[in-house]
């Protein structure tokens, strides 16, 4: 398959117009459906039709567009490896995490890295761990630091952290200083991470074991965030201790004492099984801290 027209077939879907691409490609327009038909006389079918504004992918277009990037990227990376000898000198690295991980796991990783590879460059996104996992799946990340288990089976990955999940309230909060069981949590309710929140999942099956459902009063997306909503005294809460151990220490945050709660969030890194193992990903890997357990899968 013709790279430089997969390359122009890319810049049409991102752009929504055949024009727009040639002039970003400096071709003429005649020349670009020339490889677009190209394109689609190889796969047998259409890839582009036109839309009210422009052009937009069919079903076929949508698959080849999602593979396509990562193709010309990772062309991309190894023509920059080969001109720098082989050596990590050039590149590009796609990282995601979720807030947690981006604000405990990643910093001291990152400044590592930049400081042995300062000419690969690096990309973080921050969102929720199924958000990243399906990004790691369509080839828009190299690899993703998610909560775990991720169980899509076109991932693998390596547990890299595994701490306690305690509910905590404000210090005036009436069950502050009572020992509680899980029945009382779950009449009460909770202030609680998104629905598709890999945490919320695990204290959800905890309750289930005993027969209760845990309802949600509020939902936040950010650890920060349900800290300071349980701090007012707007609920209590299900986080991992390391995200309250600060607040715990200094009274902001009380943790309660839970009969029969126990629970643990894992951590972990993912990347897509398929994804070739570029140097800069090896690298990275290499420099996360391991952990002696149970594995979510194999990773190199």
């Known amino acids: 398959m013709d790279l430089a027209a997969m390359r122009t077939f890319v810049q049409a879907v991102r752009m929504g117009s055949l024009s727009e691409a040639a ?3 400096w071709r003429t327009q005649p020349a670009v459906t020339a490889q677009i038909q190209k394109l689609e006389r190889e796969v047998g079918d259409l890839l582009l039709v036109r839309a009210p504004r422009g052009v937009r992918p069919t079903p076929t277009g949508e698959i080849l567009y999602a593979r396509a990037q990562e193709i010309l990227r990772q062309t991309d990376e190894l023509l920059d490896e080969l001109r720098a000898g082989g050596s990590l000198q050039r590149g590009e690295l796609r990282i995601g995490a979720t807030d947690t991980m981006a604000l405990g796991v990643l910093p001291p990783v990152l400044a590592g ?6 000419g690969i460059r690096l990309a973080v996104d921050v969102r929720g761990s199924r958000a990243l996992s399906e990004r790691v799946v369509r080839g828009e990340l190299d690899l ?6 991720s169980d899509h089976p076109e991932l693998e990955g390596r547990e890299l952290h595994r701490e306690q999940v305690v509910f905590v309230a404000a210090p005036d909060h009436p069950l502050a200083r009572r020992r509680l069981r899980p029945a009382e949590i779950a009449r009460l309710g909770v202030i609680h991470y998104e629905r598709a929140s890999v945490t919320r999942e695990e204290v959800a099956a905890v309750f289930r074991v005993q027969g209760l459902e845990l309802p949600i009063t509020m939902e936040v997306s950010s650890p920060e965030a349900i800290k300071a ?12 201790l390391s995200q309250v151990s600060e607040a715990v220490r200094s009274g902001g945050l009380v943790r309660l004492r839970v009969t029969g709660f126990r629970c643990w969030r894992r951590s972990g890194v993912v990347r897509r099984r398929s994804a070739p193992l570029l140097r800069a990903v090896r690298a990275f890997l290499q420099m996360l801290p391991r952990r002696a357990g149970r594995r979510a899968g194999r990773l190199r």
């Open 23 to 25: 002039r970003a490609g």
């Open 113 to 118: 890295f930049r400081r042995r590879h300062p």
């Open 229 to 240: 909503l349980v701090a007012a005294g707007l609920g209590i809460a299900p986080l991992a």
């Open 144 to 149: 993703a630091l998610v909560t775990l288990p």
